[in-house]
């Protein structure tokens, strides 16, 4: 066990230490790439250029300008963005983190929990209105775009049923940390919650319910249920206990990628300002060193996600201990 963990932590430090210098060399060694002339402005002058190329230190070896963000951004934490002068990446980062981590958090507690209850009761009835009613509605969320759910949403309660007795209760858009109110923090993420859990409970109800029916067909659950064991018992025990392993993969897969921006939907429709929304603002004026630190910041989380649920998976099912 140990072994494994410190094989999954020495490859998510390998795979950290690539994408940081892969990303680098994107945007600042590709051809055509000039930060100092993004920097400068259009038809800005070469003098202009120049000095804007010695002051951000980018008229310095390539691997020499690798190491000094890496240690401003790791070390020191003073790298600053090229577009605001003077602001800091770092601090916006983590000030941004908690949002983000609050809104992914509360919707993948809903979705998991929604779609094992899913997934679970449409195995149970398979073929019968149960299971058809579920997978139908499995089948809506799945094709309802996330953003058209949030402005429906928004239009409902923050607008045309706002002063009724049923969403008067709905603070408007924003972000309350939960340090200054853990009700008002709750409060505001409830439809934020509800709308980006809402394609992953579909998502996640049809595959656990196919995982489940493919497993009644493996000789265990045969042998389970020549000793006698309950109907019920052979579906939590042992039918749902193998299911769900792809599950849980594909559950570390989406923590961490929402957790590094892909939540940017979200979070614009209901006035969040988070990890997403903050790298897609830093793209649209091509904030190099801010879009850096959020692909290493998002790449961090997936890396990270991805090697808590192989631990996971190995308590789970010890056979992928010798793996």
Known sequence: MLAAMLSRLARMVVVMLGI????????FATPGADPAARIAGRNAAPETVAAVRHDFGLDQPIWVQYGAMMRKMFITGDLTSFVNRGEKIVPTLRAAAPVTLSLVAGAAVLWMALGALTGILA?????????????GLSMMAVAMPVFWVGEMVNLITQSRLHNTWAFSWVPPLGYVPFTESPLRWALALVFPWLTLAFLYIGLYGRMLRTGIIETYQEDYIRTARAKGLTARRVLLKH???SAIIPVVIMFGM???VLVGGAAVLTEVVFGLNGVGRLTYQALKVL???????SVLYASFFVVLANAIVDLLC???DPRMRRK
């Open 287 to 293: 904030d190099l060193p801010m879009i850096m630190a």
């Open 314 to 316: 190995i308590l789970i």
């Open 239 to 241: 039918a749902t206990r």
């Open 123 to 135: 195995a149970a009835t398979r073929g019968r209105w149960p299971d058809k009613m579920l997978m």
């Open 254 to 256: 989406d923590f961490g």
């Open 20 to 27: 940081s210098i892969l990303t680098f060399l994107i945007f």
